[in-house]
């Protein structure tokens, strides 16, 4: 059940297993690799979710390799194909502000890839919260909120408190003096009074959505 | 909907709100108030879970108020009165080793609280991973899966990596040196490479069992 | 101006230069400067605040010497005298949960003794916003506002959004985990979203309290 | 009260609420939205300030778009309008050093944008205290004092220790070892011995001025 | 027994006393110190291993000296000769992910200089566990192992756990967020409930290397 | 091959698959499971290492169970029957100061319970030099070394560089300020500059013990 | 030169080589081997310094030997016999507030153990500056200044920018929040931005004294 | 007896007060500021120290100021004039290998800079100690000592363990991992064991020079 590829070894069967394919974190990896795992995925079968590609590299590939891919930069995510769209469940997608937009794109980009319906809602900071408030039936109607935010992340406690879904935060690395890097964020998120929320690693969009992807997959 | 006791606003709209009724974070509270509180709830009506309290503070109550409650010295839980059982979705509870038995029972006992059925599967540290393996089948029978562990807080990432439920993962303060106070097994649970884990604060097994209920709620 | 008591020199000119007199942080002196220091000033002549102070100090004192002072268990703080009654200028304290009213009584007792007028609001924690929403006009009627809050200290967040008075937050040590020792409930209020929000060190109530007097004096 | 703009919605009622205009934080924003953001407000109706924008920014629009702003390089702070003027209050900035500059020109530049008169007293390092000593009467005749330090931030607590005014710290990131990102300065500035000192996030002179106008807003 | 080059004296009486050879890190040595240094060792008397050495150093050589290297620009690290093979001892070399791969090299051309026998098992993450325990009976065949991972580490933990020989962990800077400079690997590593695995510094594959040789120096 | 007692699961196979028995570390288990656990194994059959045990857990025993343990309060361990002596192999401890006693204890009485020979040399710290350089050819007699040292850790780095066998350094917790917990002892270790020093966990003089064993089984 | 004691070595020769003689640090080690220590050095020969020395150490012991020392209990110390009295050299100690006595005490102490003139000025803290600067003739007749301070430390930075003289800073432990454990203190005085400031580890009286003897050594 | 010159007030009384002219930090101010600094300053009257000046600034002022400056790149530091050379006094400074260059070289060049005489030795570092041993009476014969050194930072404990003069430690920022940016240089320098040692900012060589010069200035 299990293939090599040059030095790596894919594991097909994880979405048999864990019921989520295999992903390629592509911040770390040298450019040649890179560039020949993309060619060989280009046919899209088996379907590779690529996270945190850089526009670069998909540039710097034969045309016709390129143009197979659906490419994000925003949220620097690529595939070949999607799984299959699925008949149930949805997710409802929050962020605190525009800075966080390359968070949130990734985790609704990673629930497209995975077929799962969603939902975007941008700029409901803290500072302004009848945004949120205002659009409460609607979050509600979801069966999963990700909720992505940075500076201090409250908007994740706020959400607990008027939510009765499964709540999951992300914190950004937006900010900087003590928010530098995501941590006061993380900490807000962990710290929160409202019960229930959880907690993934600071910028982890792709993340987020395989915890909501698995919660989808009970309903 | 809110009514005041003592300095104390209870907030009885949260059950109908967020699906979770309101609970007493005991730890920081002087005796006193913990004694009137305790009073004033012995009648079970409304129902209220009491969070990291020791045994001191009820063995000072006058006997009628103290018999009142279902006490668990191990995880520091007491109640009046429980939620009506549940007749859908299960959750299992898997955790290192006997000393994360606290947090395991807090999660344990939450879960009691709240009608929700649960199992306890403990002593499968990663040093022993063929403990975990074995009873695979019977962890994938349910319908969330939490991950109490200390130390370096592998078993979370394990769990990750076999089974496709939603996974809480829940870092204890077990732990000396750079494990002090649950700093590692925090860490190492949110940079888990299995996709779709989901952390909540150090020894916080009170709020696992409130997201493990969101998902529940659901099913 | 200055005069000699013991080993202390004490600052009685302190009022003139920044019209705040000399207070005594209690915690780290030994009881027999302490006790020395509480005989001398029981006169209420001139008027000193002891702050974090313990009441078995107060207990090993002559009856003659205790029964002069005025102390509050909860907040720690004694005086024998307090300063005048102020005309103009008030403030607000409000707070997230019982486990912060040590905190919130240490800022109110050193407006009380300073002279100055104000409310607390307790239990205003960012899982119940209305309790804060509902009391907004009061809020904004006051001079200034002093949000303490342990945690995530989200609640400073929220209160610089609605009101535009000058806020003052106070972190608090309630908290475990990653909120240990106040420092989320900090670097949260730090990185707050909302505009224009300050911030005093950890549980340091009677430093808001200060620096709203430095605000007041202003009216 | 609120418009979309893009993704952007825009809070206009945020003055009303709380007496200060919304700012934009360009820093962490892509290019393309910081553009057509001030192509939108480059007729200055309604208002809104620019804070961390590059100059390259401005530079890449067309002429008649940046030439609608006036911005300053060193604060990186850009406007097309400003609000009236106030008739009354004034603030005095103090700064340890040149390299603190701009940080003390972003509070001034922000007090200038909400029409508030200000007066930038630089190079007050405490190494050559009668500098400070010497404008004290200067400085006392303001409404409110900011101080903005690197290093070891011990300006503020000098300054809090001899001026009677409302004080608001800024740490600034200048500095290296384990001054580095202004750490050291953020801590000293909150352990301050001098009472009644608050303090905002590193390099945050935009969040210290907003804290200013809070207090003006009430004289 | 020394003698001096340039500013550098060189220890090569350090293979004598413990057995390992010097060698030179060159990640904060200027450009022409590092010239001046390969152009002296160029001739392979004595042996040295440069470590941290980038490509642009190589090339801006006379080709005479850039060719009497052997530079692997992976694992950064070159050599004009390397030591003798030793007839026995072996190691094993096992890493979590491509990512990981420069410092996985970095350790086994180490062991190559030193002439020790070794192989290079990758991709062993624990999010597939069956990769590890497939080719455990081969890991078991070698005097020692060096797990190399970033993350959460929690590789070494398994491997510790599984296997009886020495266990020299080395954690990668690979992750970000909370894992981010291989803070999170490290801690997991120490926390390591599997009994007897040792650590060495981030990245440091060199350090493992020579850990390792310092065991099969015994057999 | 694996027996259930109480909730604890014991690893009986262990000690065939990596080479070390079972051990139990006592430190955060609750008296009763402490005191059942003591019970069960006081036959000595199998063997049982406890480490971190207090003295008052033996003595609320029954006396027969006490003294069937072999207990040393300085280390707190205990035993009631050891492994077999090995033959081959033995094991040199050097300790910084008296300070270090209770971690390097921890670890010569693991070493004994394992029957592996060991010697321990005391007070060797860097201050005074010569008391390792004078007996550096007994310490090169051995197979491998421990180090067991607190505050800056430095005797780790100088013994790499005299020594060609195996060092495995501990840090321990002696110290205060910036030394506190250990943490500056963890950091000198890790980045010593001798090569091929590899750390354990702060004050785990068991786990030190551990990796020599695994270095000893080699021989 | 050496002698042995027990399991102590001591190093007599210290004296000759560095001009200091042996001290004990007395916080972490056992009560059996404090006593016989104690008993050992009553006679005064050699003289020897015991730190850290708790009371109840003293107590404990035959009166005799108790009597044979001059203990005082706010520093801590304790000796049978001091060196001689030197005829050059003197040193300052300034201290910010009675908290710090302590280890203002232990500075002076030492400093009288090593037979060197000193002056102890409390109370000098930055909120009253005149208390420094009235006396600063008098500082400046001295040789060598320590500085002992909590909270933020800023007054080693203000006498180093008043007083040409060698200056050793000490932070101490004084504080709470961010300042708590001295490390405020300590980051403001490593980052102090008057020059030529050297500082020695929180809390650390004993080592500054040592740091001034060398100084004194030279005159 | 202070002028001004551009927005900076310059305290040429500095050297009259504490006997160390000011200095210009060049790191974090901007370009157009330092050429003007450098101008009006390149008559050498009064001398000027410039430390961490980039050579690009020199490179771009008019060929008549560049010239007018003794620059070195390696220390990044410049003068148009030194003070005059001082009869008495000698500082060693040692440094632990080459890598540690460009801070030795700026203590170094501040003492030229001060008139001070200094000795430089590089590459002690305490994998091999007989470098420093054997030049142990030549480091004794000079007034003071800086120890310059990254990594674990032991150097400066041995040094203090074997030299009675004052030594003044700097750590350096080289090294990675857990030695990243110098902490661990910085922390084992402050817990070093070796009674006496003094320690500055990381990377300040600048510093430490200056704290020589103040015990220069009693000799």
Avoid at 38 to 62: C, H, K, N, V
Avoid at 189 to 203: E, F, H, K, R
């Amino acid at each position: 059940m299990e293939q090599e590829f040059g030095n790596v070894l894919f594991d097909y069967a994880r979405q048999a297993r864990i019921g989520l394919p295999e992903a390629i974190f592509s911040e770390s990896k040298p450019h040649h690799s890179l560039a020949a795992l993309l060619e060989r995925f280009s046919t899209g079968d088996p379907p590779i979710l690529f996270t945190r590609l850089r526009q670069e590299i998909l540039d710097s590939l034969p045309p016709g390799v390129a143009s197979a891919y659906n490419y994000d930069p925003l949220s620097r995510t690529a595939w070949a194909a999607t799984l299959p769209r699925r008949a149930k469940g949805s997710v409802a997608i929050i962020s605190g502000g525009t800075s966080d937009a390359p968070v949130a794109a990734e985790a609704a980009r990673t629930l497209e890839y995975l077929g799962i319906r969603h939902t975007l809602m941008e700029d409901c900071g803290v500072a302004a919260l009848w945004r949120l408030t205002e659009r409460l039936q609607e979050l509600n109607s979801h069966d999963a909120v990700i909720v992505v935010a940075g500076m201090e992340g409250a908007l994740a406690c706020i959400t607990g408190g008027l939510c009765p879904k499964p709540v999951l935060a992300v914190p950004t690395s937006v900010g900087y003096g003590v928010a530098g890097g995501g941590r006061a964020a993380l900490a807000g998120m962990l710290s929160c009074c409202a019960p229930g929320i959880s907690v993934v690693n600071i910028d982890n969009g792709y993340g987020a959505a395989c915890a909501a992807a698995r919660i989808i997959n009970l309903t």
